[in-house]
């Protein structure tokens, strides 16, 4: 009996409907790849054609933020995961056993950090979703998350 909150907390989790997305906001959890989606809402579909690279850049409030980026093998979906964030962002990607999480990097001087990622000229294309989750201190604990993209790399 004493872990049926708990059980209730998880279950809802879960079986909550999915209406919320988090829309980025440049300076506090925006999140681009190869400079496009800037400001946009969580599963925007951004499509890019090999050779490229694409640079992974996430904007937050500061400097010394670390960042963590996720990619998963399923498409986005909206409000997937929207219990216990800061200021009411969502976790808009599928946990899977295929869910990766990496780290981004920390935040610089002007509150970015950026990746970039070289991709060769590819036979097969590539579809993935990703979003980023900024540990920011401001969020007393809480994951800042930023928009969620499905990217398709051709």
Known sequence: MRHLPFLILVATMFLLPAQAQTTGIPGFNDYTIAGAGSGSTSCT???FTSPVVLNFQVSASGPGLP??????NLPCSPGA???F???G????LVFTPGIIVTPLGVTGPGGVVSVPVAVPPLITPITFATQCVVVDPGCAGLPLFTQAYD???L
């Not at 960042?67 to 998963?72: H, T």
């Not at 962002?89 to 808009?92: I, N, R």
């Open 45 to 47: 579909a951004l499509t």
């Open 67 to 72: 960042v963590f980026a996720v990619v998963s």
């Open 81 to 83: 995961f929207s219990p």
């Open 85 to 87: 964030t800061c200021q």
């Open 89 to 92: 962002t969502t976790f808009d």
């Open 151 to 153: 990217v398709f790399i």
